[in-house]
């Protein structure tokens, strides 16, 4: 009897240690830290502090609050939106802009894609948080809860949800009339010693913010329509494009460079407008055509720069005036009127056909009609 009491003994406390194994595996690995590109996301977030800026020692953000999870520098992300902020007349909204972490690229956005959040898209990475970062993250971004903004609680499900995921992109949310949140995911293979990196994440920080200072175009009075879609998001391409050209010294090049969109992107078709039932991941080369089209109302006269710029053409809803301007129907049919230096139609930005070079630019007669 005293053997069996034993052996059931010994069996109980067999099964209490394997229990304190498992569970002290378990925290172990909650805690651990993520790869991510030989750098680590520490369990509190990286946030970003109000301080100078060693280029500018008195600026400071005045209407953007930075939330930096992914491995991107914090200097770096807020000398960026200093930029951006500095270029705007009048800023009547404060943001939130949101930065999370991804990992190995999967597959892009198309038809087939399974939705993770209804009329959302973005391309699928692995998804490189864990649960307790995720409830860490989700704490910090509830501070949009203190805007007073109605109607929060299906947009935080939906980012965890799509954050869990994955997927990436960018967004700009219109909380209400003032605020925004803006949501980036960055893969983690990019790296800022690259060129081509640097100037895609400057590109989609600038057009994000960009959105920031647009007053309104989703208000009641200045709703954007399917035909207002190339002017809003054709706008905030042009501001991404102007602020990443100035910031690399690159302007001598800019009114060549900004036109190469037509010759090094592929589009469905050549219509300025949204073709009704258009999906989703196809509109982003409506971006491309509106800064086209916007570039060519500015050298025929017809639209400031400046005012694109500092974003007072979204003020008291100018910019629907676009659309009721005898000018319009020349815009369409003509805003793809982009030609090629001759002689350098197979061997673009060899010496003497770059940029800098006037490689790209519109057909003499639409300027001079």
């Known amino acids: 009897m005293k053997k069996i009491l034993l052996l059931i003994g010994s069996f109980i406390f067999l099964i209490i240690v394997t229990y304190i194994i498992i569970m002290a595996n378990y925290f172990i690995n909650d805690f651990k830290e993520v790869k991510i590109d030989n750098d680590t996301i ?6 970003v502090q109000l301080k100078p800026v060693e280029k500018n020692n008195n600026a400071k953000l005045k209407t953007i609050t930075i939330l930096n999870y992914s491995h991107l520098d914090d200097k770096y992300l807020y000398e960026k939106a200093l930029n951006a902020e500095s270029m705007i007349t009048e800023i009547t909204s404060k943001t939130l802009l949101f930065l999370y972490p991804l990992g190995n690229f999967i597959s892009n956005q198309d038809e087939k894609t399974v939705p993770v959040v209804k009329g959302w898209t973005g391309n699928n990475y692995q998804s490189v948080i864990s ?3 995720i409830s860490q993250i989700m704490k910090d971004i509830s501070v949009i809860n ?4 109605q109607n929060l609680y299906q947009l935080t499900k939906d980012l965890k949800s799509w954050i869990e995921a994955g997927r990436g992109g960018a ?3 219109l909380l209400c009339d003032k605020y925004r949140l803006i949501v980036i995911g960055i893969p983690n293979d990019t790296d800022l010693k690259y060129t081509q990196d640097q100037v895609w994440v400057d590109y989609v920080i600038y057009h994000e913010l960009y959105h920031s200072f647009q007053k309104n175009p989703f208000g009641k009075h200045c709703k954007m329509g399917p035909d207002d879609f190339w002017i809003v998001e054709g706008a905030a391409s042009y501001f991404a494009d102007y602020m990443s050209f100035r910031d690399y010294g690159w302007m001598s090049s800019f009114p060549s460079g900004i036109l190469r969109h037509i010759h090094e992107t592929k589009w469905e078709n050549r219509e300025l407008n949204i073709p009704v039932g258009t999906p989703i991941y196809e509109k982003h080369e409506h971006y491309d055509k509106g800064i086209l089209a916007l570039r060519l109302m500015i050298e025929k006269g017809w639209l400031k720069e ?15 005036k676009i659309n009721l301007s005898s000018n319009l129907q020349f815009i369409k049919d003509n805003f793809d009127k982009v030609e090629v230096k001759k002689g350098c139609e197979f061997t673009k930005y060899s010496e003497g056909c770059r940029w800098i070079d006037g490689l790209y630019f519109f057909n003499e007669s639409v300027l001079s009609d």
Request: charged residues 15%.
């Open 146 to 149: 203190n805007t007073g903004c």
């Open 131 to 133: 649960p307790k970062q």
């Open 306 to 320: 400046s005012a694109l710029l500092n974003a007072t053409l979204f003020d008291n809803c100018n910019y629907k």
């Open 171 to 173: 967004r700009n949310y």
């Open 42 to 47: 520490d369990q509190t977030p990286t946030v």
